[in-house]
């Protein structure tokens, strides 16, 4: 339980920096790549599944990712 959770974090963290790189933010917040890259996963996750994606891990990588910039991207709107 904990090395999957361990693992879940690990993948949410390089999530959080791809859609980091994408969306051209600041580097070096690690925390905050961790953060955005579980609330991407759980946004593109329940996207995903409204319109009917789904799949292996690479699907969910995927969806993470974009969830991931999604929410970037809305943070900067709010936060402006």
Known sequence: MLIKLIIELA???LCGFAANKIM?????D???????GVVG???????GNLI???GGWVTGVLLSIGGACLVVWL????VK
């Open 52 to 54: 009917g994606i789904g």
């Open 24 to 28: 051209k933010g600041p580097s070096g």
């Open 41 to 47: 996963g759980i946004v593109g996750g329940f996207l």
């Open 75 to 78: 943070f900067r709107k709010l």
């Open 11 to 13: 993948i949410g963290g």
């Open 30 to 36: 690690v925390l905050k790549n961790v953060i955005l």
